[in-house]
């Protein structure tokens, strides 16, 4: 069974940071582009950062750009989301998914991703 399972989330004041942390289990994520993902209560999910394979290429949403960082450790078979800067505006339910190929211009296989982690910014 292909699993991702995320972790890291936390209340944070704004302007805080967090790690956030995707980790495979059951399949090696060496071949695949990595995306992180949110979902805000009301709110549609959306994308926030793709990693691809071999980490070269990475994008980011425009709401997180200069403020969040995606890296990945294939050796640790983990993906992270560096986030910084916090804003209220980030508070979701944070989730990873791995993409069909290594590249971030797939398509994410959401059958893989876990329960997600809870962001919550607020003073």
């Known amino acids: 069974q292909l699993q991702l399972v995320e972790s890291g989330g936390a209340l944070v004041h704004p302007g805080g940071s967090l790690r956030l942390s995707c980790a495979a289990s059951g399949f090696s994520l060496d071949y695949y582009a990595v995306g992180w993902f949110r979902q805000a209560p009301g709110k549609e999910r959306e994308g926030v950062s793709c990693?691809?394979?071999?980490?070269?290429?990475?994008s980011y949403a425009d709401a997180v750009k200069g403020r969040f960082t995606i890296s990945r450790d294939n050796a640790k078979n983990t993906v992270y989301l560096q986030m910084n800067s916090l804003k209220s505006e980030d508070t979701a339910v944070y989730l990873c998914?791995?993409?069909?190929?290594?590249?971030?211009?797939?398509?994410?296989?959401?059958?893989?991703r876990g329960q997600g982690t809870q962001v919550t910014v607020s003073s």
């Open positions: 998914a791995h993409y069909f190929g290594n590249s971030c211009q797939g398509i994410p296989d959401f059958g893989s």
């Open positions: 990693i691809s394979s071999s980490g070269g290429s990475t």
